[in-house]
């Protein structure tokens, strides 16, 4: 009796596993994986892109495996670095994984990663020729209503960084307003040497009767958009916008810095406009606020912080952190007028390669009454720990070459009135419940 119930209880032991296996089987890439690149990847890993390898197909990603696996399950990859611990966690642009997304990709690795039946491969992703414009196709365009080029700079294989400062005419000729924006270096060969560039809005807004009859959109000519590696463009809400007048120039703010070979490049403004007669009611404004002084000792991790008071009601748009290869994390917090303190956002493993822009989702973006106070810390790494730090024995100020410090944040804010911000503060508030 003993046996037999020894042999049926050895018999389910053996039963079990089997039945567990057959219900979980491994991820493959055609069912499982594929989706996920689809999704969050090919953007950049797909042939003629900028990442150093396509993603696209099997063939493809099957010698990346375990290096993907290695990206992915530190977070390197996709470039998302925000804290999603506190904070705001709702974003228009949200790149990251999720935690079931990379425990599929780290499975599919370890199983050996297996192909999978062709049968489950979904439809190829249409992309773009080339480069290819982020928004075009959100408004049925093959490319932007408008485009401005900067003119050629050839930067040569070995060199100081290098500044192109030069002025170009939009050759706007009637008052147009904005719905999105984008800058881009004009080939994939330019970004190697095109760290970032600013484009500055110079025109005469005295008296314009489009802004008179408009008093809630708030704003004026200045930095027009700031674009770094790893930022996609600036899509303003439906209700915002940014102005273009006749006579208006773009002058352009553009670093460059050398790649071992000569490469001539430009960079490309594309501007999409409002269907005409279509004017938003308020304007965006992008504004940079900076984080203290720099002054960082050798091997030493340094944190600043600088105070910044909203003299009108706003709402905040996005957040993008600004530092270079000793940049180690940024904060913004808000204390409200009746001193509450809120965090909302922190970027607690800055990389100097991704400048990613986080775009605040519309039922998350704060919306903050007049005389709340922007406080922004940074935090620099001078010390061998951080990889990127070219000499951490060397003490490090403030420059805008790439070896020296910056510390502030993008920011995209939509100013109001007191009663616009009111009733924003309601019609919130009243979605939520």
């Excluded at 000729?173 to 809005?201: D, N, S």
């Excluded at 006579?247 to 999409?272: C, F, K, M, N, P």
């Amino acid at each position: 009796m003993r046996v037999c119930a020894s042999a049926w209880a050895l018999g389910a032991v053996l039963i079990v596993p089997a039945v567990a296996i057959a219900a979980d089987p491994a991820p493959t890439f055609t069912k499982d994986i594929a989706p996920i690149f689809q999704e969050k990847c090919e953007a950049c890993h797909r042939p003629d892109s900028i990442a150093p390898m396509s993603l696209v197909t099997y063939e493809e990603t099957r010698p990346w495996a375990r290096s993907v696996r290695t990206r992915v399950s530190a977070r390197q990859m996709p470039p998302w670095h925000i804290d999603k611990t506190v904070g705001i966690q709702r974003f228009k642009n949200d790149r990251s994984l999720s935690d079931q997304q990379i425990e599929t990709i780290v499975k599919w690795v370890d199983a050996g990663a297996p192909k999978g039946d062709p049968k489950d491969m979904p439809p190829k992703k249409a992309w773009a020729d080339g480069q290819g414009w982020n928004f075009a196709a959100l408004f049925a365009q093959s490319e932007p209503d408008l485009i401005i080029t900067s003119q050629p700079w050839t930067q040569p294989a070995h060199a100081q960084d290098s500044w192109d400062k030069r002025q170009v005419d939009t050759g706007v000729t009637e008052p147009r307003w904005v719905r999105a924006i984008e800058i881009r270096p004009k080939t994939v060969q330019g970004r190697k040497v095109i760290h970032h560039a600013l484009a500055y809005l110079s025109q005469n807004e005295s008296d314009n009767p489009l802004l008179a009859a408009a008093p809630s959109a708030v704003g004026s000519s200045g930095l027009f958009m700031e674009w770094a590696v790893g930022k996609q463009g600036e899509l303003m809400r439906g209700d915002t916008g940014k102005l273009l007048l006749p006579g208006s120039r773009i002058s352009w703010d553009i670093h460059y810095s050398s790649a071992g070979e000569d490469v001539t490049s430009q960079v490309e403004l594309g501007v999409y406009f409002y269907p005409k007669g279509q004017e938003p009611k308020y304007r965006e404004t992008l504004a940079l606020f900076g984080a203290g002084d720099i002054d960082i000792p050798p091997n030493s991790i340094k944190a600043t912080q600088a105070f910044h008071v909203l003299r009108q009601a706003g709402r905040l748009e996005s957040f993008q952190p600004h530092m270079h290869l000793r940049g180690k994390a940024m904060s913004i917090e808000a204390i409200l007028p009746n001193g509450q303190t809120e965090m909302l956002s922190y970027v607690n493993n800055f990389n100097f390669n991704w400048h990613n822009s986080y775009v605040y989702a519309d039922d998350a973006a704060p919306l903050l009454p007049k005389g709340t106070v922007l406080r922004i810390t940074a935090w620099h790494d001078n010390t061998s720990a951080k990889t990127s730090n070219p000499d951490p024995n060397q003490w490090v100020g403030y420059g805008d070459r790439t070896v020296d410090e910056m510390a502030h944040a993008w920011i995209n804010i939509t100013y109001m009135s007191d009663d616009d911000f009111t009733q924003e503060v309601e019609k919130r508030r009243t979605s939520s419940q």
